[in-house]
Structures are given as structure tokens and as C-alpha cells.
């Protein structure tokens, strides 16, 4: 049935509930953008009417210009943008490497680290979060004085802190897995009989086949790892220092003092408003990655 | 091209790079060159995995035995059940969360899975507009809880947004309400905005689900004169209980973390009746300092979501 054939009547009742949910998933965000254009006293006085959703009154971007005076947004943003492009670029080399070993090649050991990372699967990452602290903080790293190597103890206020525990992610080793074993039988002897390595049949052939499938751990890293785009617990603990602090962490900033809730509007929009953006253009995309995640059992 | 120079090439590549003869390989043994590079490729994540998850797990095991605390000069005292013991008997406030948090979950289950699976069947008709309606729905999946929690709280004010709509809609009669600071009221606002958050996640799950029924099914029922109730309870349903089983774990297990909205919303007030157990975790465990009191906590814990999933693995297994 299409939507040419709907009697008027039977079209209401299709759209009439949908368009109420619509409503529903949309007033607190519409409510956000028209409220971080007005001043405080203007919002409250709003509230009580349809005014609250619309830029009316007195419209400004004064919110926004005192969000660059209170914080340093744009440092927040880059932090951010940095440490997700580096959780998600390395899981994607480090989860799709050990995906393919554990699909596609035979080696002794296998079937007991299948089974390990199966079982990580289950421990959820807010049960380790204290002792992650402890063991972070006492981690040596080799850091560089110009080319001279420094041993330092202790991983708090540092980038590696918030991009190095959380590359490795069993369920993306998992999707990797199921993916590759999907692919045609036989690639790896043709590529063989070519004279190819591994290292050269994964990253000529196996790559470029798995298009989707690296897609799809892209977007579910980006959306719900606890380290990137939504990171807020974890660096809230481990980062002190304003220079490496991402942008959902200066939201403690807005509520030191005096609070504004015109300036909060504008910290969260401006927040929200990339986001949004990118899941726009690449909503298809979005939408199968989750999808593909729930067709995996 | 022969064996032998393919061989010969192989070897000019390094170790790891090495692929076993198609001949070797029919023959079933595992060629040196192959479990070499198996490992390599695996190993890094091995490596990270038993730093990052195996490692806090098992120092979390340890330390809940003991006093340790983050920064102290006394080195920590192996105290045996003893943090067990406090919490149980001598923390009203945690197995108040331990409360809170189940009766979040209780409520955020049903409400999250049944309102995504209407959701998934509203925008599964084949009518004008559905990937608009599926984008708006899916919207708050994308906002980050932190924002979301930041603007409901907002919302959630006396006579904020949700008073005066619920106003305009009674006609002036309701009276307006503090929801969060009310200790009858604040786990119910934040269930009703956890679930406004997430639902869009699971009715793409769903949807997946539903699209995986092919129309034949249903156009066969159709013909044997079936009403459009009895293909959802006969077809649909029956159809869908693998996505089910994903719904269901996956949302309870997210549920019985909730953190965030507490955190940014309530601080776990008033009264207590909002705080959770990850709350608990990382104010005795981090705020407080009292990592050994903190990690037994999250042991707890562990052992609480362990067995919801074994649970509702076994109760919704095929019975063949």
C-alpha cells in the first residue's frame, strides 16, 4: 500500500500518532536552540507559552559570545575531535587485525582467545572503573624530550590516558569477526598463489572487501564508546588539566559559579549542533550499523 | 607457478607475512607461517585487552578485600569480607541504590523495548515520510546523555517546560510539580527521559528485525483470511524473538549502569531515592578515596548484571 492510495481518513490515523511522537522527541531539542538565543529572564518568561520554542522577543547571540569568555570551547572541541579520531582509527586497525586472525586463520590458541574475548563482552566498563583509575595512575609511559626518551610513571592528565584503554573493544573484534567469515573461501589462496603475504592479502583484498563492516564499527565507536564523542565519566576522572579536558567535561563549568541557563543553551547546542550534522550526512549509514549490530546473535 | 617459487618469493617477505601453499593447507596441519602471523595479528588486542578490562577486573577482585585507598601512605590491609559485610549491613544508602537501580531497570525495560517496538512498526509502513519520522525518533540517540540530562533537568524545574505543557493540556488544572525534588517524582522523570533518549536505538533494532520477515509471509497469511492483529501475535512476533533476546539484554545491562543522569541531575537526592549502584561505586570509590570499599561495590555489582544476563539468557532460550 502506498501513501497515494491512503483514504483521507485512514491518513489521519496513520499520521496523527506519529506526528505526536515527532512532537515528543523534538520539543526539548527545538526548546534548547531558541532558548540559548535569549537572555535568562526571557526564557522563564516564555515558559508558560508556544513562545518558548520560537526565536522570538529579544534574539541575540549573546549566550554564545559569553560560552568563548567562560570557557575555552574551542580546546575542549579539538580535545574531543582528537581523542575520538585516535580511539576509533587505532581500534579499527588493532579490532579488525585480530578479527581477521581469529575468522580466517588457523593458529593454535585461537578457540581460547575467541572464547576470552567472548566473555569480556559481559563485563561492563563501569565495574572496573576504580581500579582502571588505580592502574592508570601508577602505568609507566615513555614520553619524548626532543628525541631523548623519559620514562614517566602515571598516565592521569595526559591524551594517552583517554585514547590508549579504550582501542581494544570485544564486540568490535566480534562484528570483525562475523564479517570476514562472510567473505568468499579462497581469497587468501589466490592471493597466496600471487605471491601475497598476510599482511599484504589483509590490507589488499581483505580491506577493501569490508567496506561495511569498518563503516559499522566507525559509527557504533563514535556513538557509544564511553571514550569518544560522549566521553564524560573517565576523563572526569583522570584529566584535570583545562588543556586536555573535552568538551562534555566543560559542562561542570557552566554551574561553578553563577548559572546561566541561556549560556548552558549555547554550550549544548553548540555541542549538539556537530553531531547532529554528521549523523544527517551519513544518516543511512547510521541507520545500518545499528541495525547490524542487533542482526549479530 | 611452482611450489618452490612461491615459496622462494614467501621468503623474501617478512614472518609474519608468510602464507602457507594451497597444498599444505588442504592437508589440515597448521603451517608455521600461518599460526606466526595468527598471533601477530591478534596479539596487540590480547595485549590491551588483559591491561584494560582483564587487569582492572582482576585488581578490582583483589582490592575488595581489601582497605586500600587511592592516596594514603598506609599500605592497604587485607580485610577479608569485611567491606562485604559494611555494605550490606552498614550502607543504608548503597542497598538503597541497589533498590533504585533494579526499579530503574524494572520501569526503563518494558517502557524502552515496547515503545521501540511500536516505534519500529509505525515507521516500517510502506507510507510517505517514514525515513523523516525514523530520523526524528532517532535523534536523541545522538545527544549526548550529558546534554540531555543537562536540558531535562531544565525541563524538569517547577514550573518549567513540562509543568506548563502539562498545564496547557489539563486546562490550567495541574498544579505544577518540582519533579526532581521530590523524592515520590525524581526516578520517575528520569526513567521517562532515559527512555525518551534511547528508545530510537532500539526501534533501529527492532526495525532490523521486522525487515528480516519476508512480505510473502504475511501476504500468504493475508490470503487465508487472517486479521492484521493475528499476523503480529502468529508471524510477527514469533518471528522477532531473537531481536527480542538482543533488546532485552542489551537494554538491561545499559539500565543497571545509570549514571550520568544522576550524576548531572540529582547527585543522587532527594533523600537518596535517585542514587544508583555505579553512583555509589564512584562516589565511595573515587570522591571518597576508598578504592577497597569501592572496588567490593563493583564486584557486587558485576555479580548483579553476570547474573541478570545468564538469566534472561536461560528464560528466553529455545526450548528444543
Same mark, same amino acid.
Request: net charge neutral; aromatic share 22%.
Given at each position: 500500500m502506498t501513501a497515494m492510495t491512503l483514504r483521507p481518513r485512514r491518513r489521519l490515523w496513520v499520521y496523527l500518532p506519529m506526528t505526536l511522537l515527532a512532537v515528543f522527541f523534538l520539543f526539548p531539542i527545538v526548546f534548547m536552540l531558541a532558548a540559548s538565543l535569549k537572555s535568562d529572564h526571557q526564557i522563564f518568561a516564555d515558559m508558560d507559552s508556544l513562545r518558548a520554542f520560537a526565536p522570538v522577543g529579544e534574539i541575540s547571540f549573546d549566550?554564545? !559570545? *559569553? %560560552?568563548?569568555?567562560?570557557v575555552p570551547f574551542w580546546r575542549f572541541l579539538g580535545n574531543t575531535i582528537f581523542v575520538t579520531f585516535m580511539v576509533t582509527a587505532l581500534g579499527l586497525v588493532v579490532n579488525s587485525l585480530c578479527g581477521y586472525a581469529l575468522a580466517r586463520m588457523r593458529w593454535k590458541g585461537r578457540a581460547v582467545v575467541f572464547g576470552f574475548i567472548i566473555a569480556t563482552l559481559i563485563l561492563p566498563f563501569d565495574t572496573t572503573i576504580v581500579p582502571m583509575v588505580y592502574l592508570v595512575a601508577n602505568l609507566p609511559? $615513555? *614520553?619524548?624530550?626532543?628525541v631523548r626518551p623519559v620514562l614517566e610513571i602515571g598516565w592521569l592528565n !595526559?591524551?594517552? %590516558?583517554? $585514547? %590508549?584503554?579504550?582501542?581494544?573493544?570485544?564486540?568490535?573484534i566480534f562484528l570483525f569477526a562475523q564479517y570476514f567469515k562472510s567473505l568468499p573461501k579462497g581469497l587468501e589462496e589466490a592471493a597466496a598463489m600471487d605471491g601475497a603475504g598476510w599482511l599484504r592479502t589483509y590490507w589488499r583484498i581483505i580491506v577493501p572487501l569490508s567496506k561495511p563492516v569498518f563503516a559499522t564499527v566507525t559509527i557504533l565507536t563514535v556513538v557509544t564508546s564511553p571514550a569518544t564523542w560522549n566521553a564524560y565519566l573517565w576523563p572526569l576522572m583522570t584529566v584535570q588539566s583545562e588543556e586536555l579536558r573535552p568538551v562534555m567535561v566543560g559542562v561542570q563549568y557552566f554551574f561553578q559559579l553563577d548559572t546561566s541557563w541561556g549560556e548552558v543553551m549555547a554550550y549544548i547546542s553548540m555541542i549538539t549542533i556537530p553531531m547532529v550534522a554528521v549523523f544527517i550526512a551519513f544518516q543511512r549509514a547510521f541507520i545500518q550499523s545499528i541495525a547490524s549490530a542487533g542482526m549479530k546473535d | 607457478m611452482t611450489i618452490a617459487s612461491t615459496d622462494r618469493v614467501a621468503a623474501e617477505t617478512t614472518a609474519a607475512d608468510r602464507v602457507p601453499t594451497p597444498r599444505r593447507r588442504r592437508r589440515g596441519d597448521f603451517s608455521r607461517s600461518e599460526q606466526r602471523a595468527g598471533v601477530a595479528f591478534a596479539i596487540p588486542a590480547i595485549v590491551l585487552l588483559l591491561l584494560f578490562v582483564i587487569g582492572p577486573a582482576v585488581v578490582s577482585l583483589a582490592m575488595s578485600f581489601t582497605n586500600a585507598r587511592l592516596v594514603s601512605p598506609v599500605a592497604p590491609e587485607f580485610v577479608g569480607l569485611e567491606n562485604f559485610r559494611r555494605a550490606f549491613t552498614e550502607d543504608p544508602v548503597f542497598t538503597r541504590s541497589v533498590l533504585n537501580t533494579f526499579v530503574f531497570a524494572a520501569l526503563v525495560v518494558p517502557l524502552q523495548g515496547g515503545l521501540g517496538l511500536v516505534l519500529a512498526l509505525l515507521v516500517n509502513q510502506k507510507i510517505a515520510g517514514r525515513n523523516l519520522?525514523?530520523?526524528?525518533?532517532f535523534l536523541p540517540v545522538i545527544t549526548s546523555m550529558v546534554v540531555i540530562s543537562l536540558l531535562w533537568r531544565f525541563l524538569y524545574q517547577a514550573d518549567g517546560l513540562v509543568d506548563s505543557a502539562l498545564s496547557m493540556l489539563t486546562g490550567g488544572v495541574w =498544579?505544577?510539580?518540582a519533579w526532581l525534588a521530590d523524592p515520590s517524582t525524581a526516578m520517575g522523570a528520569i526513567v521517562v527521559m532515559s527512555v525518551w533518549q534511547g528508545v530510537g536505538f532500539h526501534m533501529i533494532i527492532w526495525l532490523a528485525g521486522l525487515q528480516t520477515i519476508p512480505d510473502e509471509v504475511y501476504e500468504a497469511a493475508a490470503l487465508d483470511g487472517t486479521t492484521p492483529w493475528e499476523r503480529f501475535r502468529y508471524i510477527t512476533l514469533p518471528l522477532l524473538k531473537p531481536t527480542f533476546v538482543f533488546v532485552l539484554i542489551t537494554i538491561t545491562i545499559a539500565a543497571m549502569g545509570l549514571f550520568i543522569q544522576v550524576d548531572i541531575m540529582t547527585d543522587g537526592g532527594p533523600l537518596n531515592s535517585t542514587s544508583s549502584i555505579v553512583y555509589q561505586i564512584v562516589q565511595k570509590g573515587f570522591q571518597q578515596q576508598q578504592i577497597g570499599y569501592g =572496588? =567490593?561495590?563493583?564486584l557486587v555489582f558485576f555479580c548483579i548484571v553476570l547474573a541478570l544476563a545468564l538469566l534472561q539468557r536461560r528464560l528466553t532460550r529455545d526450548k528444543d
Open positions: 549566550n554564545y !559570545t *559569553a %560560552v568563548f569568555d567562560r609511559w $615513555i *614520553a619524548f624530550e626532543g !595526559t591524551y594517552h %590516558v583517554q $585514547i %590508549v584503554p579504550f582501542v581494544v573493544n570485544a564486540f568490535s | 519520522f525514523r530520523t526524528i525518533y =498544579a505544577g510539580q =572496588a =567490593a561495590l563493583s
